[in-house]
């Protein structure tokens, strides 16, 4: 039984990541190119569940719960030099000599210490939220993109617009910790850069 046990997994393993990656690699596609052959359009739709909504919701569970979706970055050859996360305030108090920049009051959103968004409970206790915020923590950082960075704060603002006060722009700050696994009296959490963002308009 054992024996069967462990090749049946694998090869649900490898089902479940086949689909995740055909439907976010091929549901563009279908989306996109409306001029193709009908032939065409019913085996993508059929690769990616579309008509088994059951077995979708079964496969998107699997891959929440393993965190299979996530970056590997650990197993790569330049290791991140920082673990970055965010941070929307209505208002902030800075600590220059700790480089510190905190929330006045509570955040409106925060991924830094554990403190995740309220709207996202399914499966908070396997780490999916987590895995999934830092690695939106990290797209957000690297594409320095205005447009991203607004629609992302002003969405926290307007989901928290009774606790902050209408002439008051909400701001997005990035936590910075620096690691570097050579030094010895480097604290285990790292420099600690803190800097805003981006301030909403």
């Known amino acids: 039984m054992k024996k069967l046990l462990i090749p049946a997994f694998c090869l649900s393993h490898i089902v479940a990541i086949f689909w995740w990656t055909v439907s976010n690699s091929l549901g563009g596609m279908v989306l996109a190119n409306t001029g193709q052959g009908i032939l065409e359009a019913r085996l993508f739709k059929w690769m990616m569940l579309d008509d088994f909504p059951r077995v979708n919701s079964l496969l998107q569970k699997y891959i929440d719960v393993t965190g299979s979706q996530q970056y590997w970055d650990i197993f790569a050859p330049h290791s991140p030099k920082f673990h970055q996360?965010?941070?929307?305030?209505g208002s902030i108090v800075t600590y220059?000599?700790?480089g510190k920049i905190v929330c006045k009051d509570k955040p409106l959103f925060s991924n830094l210490d554990g403190n995740l968004d309220n709207n996202s409970k399914a499966f908070k206790r396997f780490g999916s939220d987590r895995s999934?915020?830092?690695?939106l923590t990290e797209n957000l950082v690297n594409l320095e993109d205005p447009?991203?960075?607004?629609?992302?704060t002003q969405y926290y603002q307007t989901q928290h617009h009774s606790k902050v006060a209408d002439s008051a722009p909400a701001q997005l700050?990035?936590?910075q910790f620096e690691l570097?696994?050579?030094?010895?009296?480097?604290?285990k959490t790292g420099y600690r850069m803190d800097k805003v963002l981006w301030i909403s308009r």
Request: glycine letters at 0%; charged letters at 25%.
């Open 173 to 175: 700050v990035l936590h």
């Open 85 to 89: 996360y965010l941070s929307v305030c």
């Open 132 to 135: 999934r915020l830092y690695r």
């Open 96 to 98: 220059p000599e700790q």
């Open 180 to 187: 570097h696994p050579e030094l010895k009296d480097l604290p």
């Open 147 to 152: 447009l991203l960075l607004e629609a992302f």
